[in-house]
């Protein structure tokens, strides 16, 4: 097991990384009051919320749970509402812990309703994909959908702790394996041309499901946005890089419609977006390009989108976090690992890119 | 004109206190982005809405509006959701503002939104009843009802600045105005029992609207809750002194519905029933009791509740904030002008306190 601190001054908090993890040892010093409300969701309960509720029952704490269905599309207002219901009928105080046990939805929603019950309980994340063990385990970045954009609504909220065990992904679809690996990619795109080498000789096992390899996948990324995180909680300046490719991506996520493509596929797509664009504005050759395009495939997930109409496409990225002062800014690459934010770009290059990786209509 | 820091540090922000205010000259430095969203409800929009459209027009800024209905029991989840279709279907960014213009509930609910939206944007907050000019303008506490409990789900939300305009008190019902003595009274027993004599000399020109009046018990009121919060801006100790009164009265409240009784109404009778009980444990004298019965009757407030029963009057206390580890603790008066928080209190002396306040059934 590595342990990797998030440094947040008086909010620093450990992610334990391993295969097997006990969570009645690790958990014990976190859970500060008596009361444990598990969130999770109707695939991961039957595999796993028996075995973190006995382990809290062991703690001597009082549990209950609040099981959503699976899925981005439920990533809403009503579905968080139910998490506020659960803690309120089962009369949870403002000493409770909210643990996320899921994936990337569980944990945003989790997390927002942590820090929004009784204007802020505590936190506790058991990520069990892939993509939510290397990203929104860490970073305190929690939220819900709205139907005219994605994670619009929500709150920064540090977790007490992380557990992240490689064991679990053994029951995740291979699908959600690949859009985990897309974030993986991420970090070594944005800020580690070595970690790309390193994936470049790897990516087969780690598709494959090796959890010695997965585990040093997980350590390296969380320690690239740990790193990021620390310098820029609340997202100012340099971690707006963790957004390489999902201002494009989220424009697909919310023109197919919540849940028709992971989030993974979708952040896939819109890094190859960006590396095109970074490309057409003489940063990167065609051959960083190629290099992009081909670990992507490599990790089973997609380089083109369907086919969008531009005007729809532009709409859905201007309502992107990301614009300021009604100016847009994209995340791009001043080299393969040199990711740089940027509002300095010809829009209609930008275009170019947009179209030239969408299938044809 | 007077103006009264909130020291918070970093998000230090004053308040400006008087009559006639110029919003244009005040808001300038304050409003960081191009965007405002006006949040106000059916009452005050058609009195005052324009006044400050028209000075952000001045601004050069760019100005939207989301006006809900007037009412406690709008203070929900769905109505907040009304301002985020309102700020999404504008376009508004990160770098908006969100101006509250209303009273307390348009304050929470706007200020939840600012916190809530796109994870934070900036708040400015002008309070139109004299209890939000005490109450909910300073402290940043933000949030909405839930069915099972007030304020359950919400935020701590600093604002930029608050415009306390006591010109706009003329348009307050008489009702309102007293509800608004109510929490005034609340910083006169809780820490200043010489304040208490001063109330005790003008409370029937308060009552009558006297501006000048007003803004000093407004001012006195800011600076005993701004030092307090200064100390304590997450509720972790001093701060909890200002919930005299509230957790009886968010019993009152709960049980004949949010919107039948106004809030100053119940705090008002949950004071009666604090000083009661302060009395039964020996800490009060009776003629102290009936000094709090009497200012509080002379500010034309209600001294008892109607009928309630007992085991659900104790329910609905039990889901008050003020419940750690399961224990409720109270804020009760060891003497005038002297509260504490406590859980060592006879529940049984409690319960006579809650039933000799109440109208016969």
Same mark, same amino acid.
């Given at each position: 097991?590595?342990?990797?601190?998030?440094?947040?001054?008086?909010?620093?908090? &450990?992610?334990?990384? *391993?295969?097997?993890?006990?969570? +009645?040892?690790?958990?014990? &010093?976190?859970? /500060?009051?008596?009361?444990?409300?598990?969130?999770?969701?109707?695939?991961?309960?039957?595999?796993?919320?028996?075995?973190?509720?006995?382990?809290?029952?062991?703690?001597?704490?009082?549990?209950?749970?609040?099981?959503? &269905?699976?899925?981005?599309?439920?990533?809403?207002?009503?579905?968080?509402?139910?998490?506020?219901?659960?803690?309120?009928?089962?009369?949870?105080?403002?000493?409770?812990?909210?643990?996320?046990?899921?994936?990337?939805?569980?944990?945003?929603?989790?997390?927002?309703?942590?820090?929004?019950?009784?204007?802020?309980?505590?936190?506790?994340?058991?990520?069990?994909?892939?993509?939510?063990?290397?990203?929104?385990?860490?970073?305190?970045?929690?939220?819900?959908?709205?139907?005219? *954009?994605?994670?619009?609504?929500?709150?920064?909220?540090?977790?007490?702790?992380?557990?992240?065990?490689?064991?679990?992904?053994?029951?995740?679809?291979?699908?959600?394996?690949?859009?985990?690996?897309?974030?993986?990619? $991420?970090?070594?795109?944005?800020?580690?041309? +070595?970690? /790309?080498?390193?994936?470049?000789?790897?990516?087969?096992?780690?598709?494959?499901?090796?959890?010695?390899?997965?585990? +040093?996948?997980?350590?390296?990324?969380?320690?690239?946005?740990?790193?990021?995180?620390?310098?820029?909680?609340?997202?100012?300046?340099?971690?707006?890089?963790?957004?390489?490719?999902?201002?494009?991506?989220?424009?697909?996520?919310?023109?197919?419609?919540?849940?028709?493509?992971?989030?993974? +596929?979708?952040?896939?797509?819109?890094?190859?977006?960006?590396?095109?664009?970074?490309?057409?504005?003489?940063?990167?050759?065609?051959?960083?390009?190629?290099?992009?395009?081909?670990?992507?495939?490599?990790?089973? /997930? &997609?380089?083109?989108?369907?086919?969008?109409?531009?005007?729809?496409?532009?709409?859905?990225?201007?309502?992107? $976090? $990301?614009?300021?002062?009604?100016? /847009?800014?994209?995340?791009?690459?001043?080299?393969?690992?040199?990711?740089?934010?940027? $509002?300095?770009?010809?829009?209609?290059?930008?275009?170019?890119?947009?179209?030239?990786?969408?299938?044809?209509?």
């Amino acid at each position: 097991m590595q342990t990797l601190y998030v440094e947040l001054g008086a909010r620093r908090y &450990p992610i334990y990384i *391993g295969s097997q993890l006990d969570p +009645e040892q690790l958990l014990a &010093p976190y859970v /500060l009051g008596k009361q444990v409300m598990i969130v999770s969701n109707d695939t991961v309960a039957p595999l796993y919320l028996q075995h973190y509720e006995q382990a809290l029952h062991n703690l001597g704490k009082t549990v209950a749970h609040c099981i959503l &269905p699976d899925g981005e599309q439920y990533k809403n207002i009503e579905h968080l509402n139910l998490i506020f219901d659960a803690l309120l009928s089962s009369g949870f105080n403002r000493d409770c812990t909210v643990l996320a046990l899921g994936g990337g939805v569980i944990g945003d929603m989790a997390g927002f309703a942590a820090a929004s019950f009784q204007r802020g309980v505590y936190f506790i994340q058991v990520p069990t994909t892939l993509l939510s063990q290397v990203d929104s385990s860490v970073g305190g970045k929690t939220g819900i959908n709205h139907p005219l *954009g994605k994670n619009m609504i929500g709150a920064f909220k540090q977790p007490q702790v992380v557990l992240a065990d490689m064991a679990q992904l053994k029951t995740l679809p291979p699908r959600e394996l690949s859009a985990g690996l897309a974030e993986v990619i $991420k970090y070594a795109l944005l800020g580690d041309v +070595e970690f /790309l080498t390193w994936l470049e000789q790897h990516i087969d096992a780690l598709v494959a499901g090796d959890e010695t390899l997965l585990a +040093e996948a997980v350590y390296r990324s969380c320690a690239h946005k740990a790193r990021i995180v620390a310098n820029d909680e609340k997202e100012q300046g340099e971690r707006a890089l963790l957004n390489l490719g999902h201002t494009f991506g989220h424009a697909i996520e919310s023109y197919l419609g919540y849940g028709v493509w992971l989030h993974g +596929e979708a952040v896939a797509t819109g890094m190859v977006m960006a590396a095109d664009l970074s490309c057409r504005l003489g940063w990167l050759s065609e051959a960083d390009v190629a290099r992009t395009k081909n670990i992507i495939q490599r990790a089973k /997930l &997609p380089i083109k989108c369907p086919a969008i109409p531009l005007d729809e496409f532009l709409s859905f990225m201007s309502h992107d $976090k $990301k614009v300021l002062n009604g100016q /847009l800014r994209l995340v791009l690459m001043r080299q393969l690992g040199q990711a740089i934010i940027t $509002k300095d770009f010809d829009v209609e290059l930008m275009q170019q890119a947009i179209l030239a990786n969408q299938e044809k209509a």
